[in-house]
């Protein structure tokens, strides 16, 4: 497998498109071993595609592309003013509120981080934020949509690991709003020292709370009504995601009324080719991914990792510095699908729960979409606001601090994010 690993890093490197780097490098394990019929990695890609779990990822991308368009945005937008706009850091502060309320809609850090940058972003230059501050608050503040439920990401870990995607959604929640306090927090601090004041003065009155939280209703309920829906056992994960579909199109026709034949023909071109590259993607993984079983990969570095310390923590340890370097240079999706088969037998067999585990270790994937050489949502974001790199790296370490002290939390404390599944689901 040493080979295959080498041969996709170099193929990322010349700047191959991912899925065809995952494809080709997987198809030389197969060249490596003559006595395995070359029919296989045929049949693994069309496997990948029959997969009835993994029909939940583009039906969620349908529904978050259709909600987009339905005028949620902006009602959520008001709302996270109403409540926080308040407090230092202002626009800042919006930001955070947005993203966590945005969670339940697109899921997707990066879609939700470009879509601040064009709402926000002039706006913050014009109140005061350096670029490379309001490129540091925009990222790492879209952190927190991948984690509130549902997240494309739960669902890729939940199938390839065999892992209840309804307890992985119920453990996003709390990780979710410490994140968000903790990101507020950071601002509130930064803000301070760079004097930038509260967007408004005073406490939002109830009236205004009020009208702001029934404008953005629909969002809010979105999640909670799949968990809900998943616990009562009304659907499965993959029927969760059908409902979803169906819920963005009577809130965009019925509820906001925003949606007509021009909007929807928009949502669904954007849907379609975010389902292709999503898809194309898992569909080449299982060639990939037969190796990594065939060669025993997890058991080995289970051993080497083992030979050092037995200390889960310092092992985990490993395993996070591992994650957040791979991070770096290939995209999250990519490396739940190509880890996850890796390192979640070796945390099991060190004690971890599953779905505990899982909210790290997506935590700890997406950092990499904010960080060089090759963040998705950093270079978003620098594109949008023309802020150099540099930059914006120096400006966002703050919040890669806050980041890493909640992820150390969530492994320390694993009942922030086991108490609502146990609460729901049972222990």
């Not at 930001?95 to 981080?113: E, K």
């Amino acid at each position: 497998m040493l080979l295959v690993f080498v041969a996709f890093l170099i193929l990322v490197a010349m700047g191959m498109p991912v899925a065809f780097a995952i494809g080709i490098s997987g198809c030389l394990f197969f060249i490596q071993h003559p006595e395995l019929p070359f029919t296989i990695p045929i049949q693994l890609t069309l496997t990948q595609t029959q997969n009835f779990a993994l029909l939940a990822v583009p039906l969620f991308i349908v529904s978050g592309n259709v909600m987009n368009h339905a005028g949620i945005t902006q009602r959520l937008l008001r709302l996270s003013t109403a409540l926080t706009g308040h407090m230092r850091g202002g626009l800042g502060q919006v930001s955070v509120a947005l993203a966590t309320l945005m969670g339940g809609v697109s899921g997707s850090c990066i879609a939700d981080a470009a879509m601040q940058t064009r709402i926000l972003g002039p706006e913050m230059l014009k109140r005061g934020f350096t670029k490379g501050y309001a490129a540091s608050v925009l990222s790492y503040g879209s952190l927190i949509t991948p984690i509130i439920p549902p997240g494309i990401g739960y669902i890729l870990y939940g199938t390839v690991g065999q892992v209840s995607i309804g307890r992985l959604f119920a453990g996003g929640i709390l990780p979710g709003f410490l994140l968000w306090f903790a990101m507020a927090m950071t601002v509130a601090i930064t803000a301070k020292r760079r004097r930038i004041p509260a967007e408004r003065e005073g406490w939002p009155v109830f009236r205004e709370v009020a009208s702001a939280t029934m404008g953005g209703l629909w969002a809010i309920l979105f999640p909670v009504m799949l968990i809900v829906s998943l616990r009562l056992g009304v659907f499965t994960p993959s029927e969760v995601g059908a409902f979803a579909v169906v819920y963005a199109f009577v809130v965009g026709v019925a509820a906001h009324r925003e949606l007509n034949g021009s909007t929807i023909r928009e949502a669904l071109d954007g849907a379609s080719v975010d389902v292709g590259a999503v898809m194309f993607l898992i569909a080449l993984s299982g060639i990939f991914g037969y190796g990594i079983v065939w060669d025993r990969v997890p058991d080995m570095i289970s051993e080497s990792m083992l030979s050092i310390t037995e200390n889960k923590y310092l092992v985990m340890l490993m395993i996070i510095g591992i994650l957040l370097f791979a991070g770096m240079f290939v995209d999250g999706s990519v490396l739940i699908i190509m880890l996850t088969p890796i390192f979640l037998p070796i945390a099991t067999d060190l004690g971890f729960d599953a779905v505990h585990f899982g909210l790290f270790f997506i935590m700890v994937i997406t950092i990499g979409n904010f960080t060089p050489p090759v963040g998705s949502a950093m270079y978003a974001v620098c594109t949008i606001l023309n802020c150099p790199i540099n930059e914006y790296t120096r400006h966002s370490l703050p919040f890669l601090f806050t980041v890493v002290v909640v992820t150390s939390l969530l492994i320390f404390f694993p009942q922030l994010v086991l108490f609502i599944p146990n609460l729901i689901f049972g222990a």
